[in-house]
C-alpha cells in the first residue's frame, strides 16, 4: 500500500484510535506497519455505495 504505512505509523505513535481500509482487486503484501494498526477492514471491490457501506461497518454499533 503506497501510503499506508507513514499514515498508520504517524497514528500509532500519536495514540489516536483509526481503521486502515483496503480496497483492493488482489492480495497485498503488507509491510511492517500493519502490526501498529488496531483494525484492518479488507473491502475488496466493494462498488457504488462502498462509503456508506464501510462508514456502516466502522461507525454504528454493532
Known amino acids: 500500500m503506497w501510503c499506508g504505512g507513514p499514515v498508520a505509523g504517524h497514528s500509532a505513535v500519536r495514540r489516536r484510535p483509526f481503521v486502515v481500509v483496503l480496497t483492493c482487486g488482489r492480495p497485498l503484501a503488507l509491510g511492517s506497519w500493519l502490526a501498529s494498526a488496531p483494525a484492518v477492514l479488507v473491502a475488496?471491490?466493494?462498488?457504488?455505495?462502498?462509503g456508506h457501506?464501510?462508514?456502516d461497518v466502522v461507525f454504528k454499533p454493532p
Open 44 to 50: 475488496w471491490h466493494p462498488g457504488l455505495e462502498s
Open 53 to 55: 457501506a464501510i462508514a
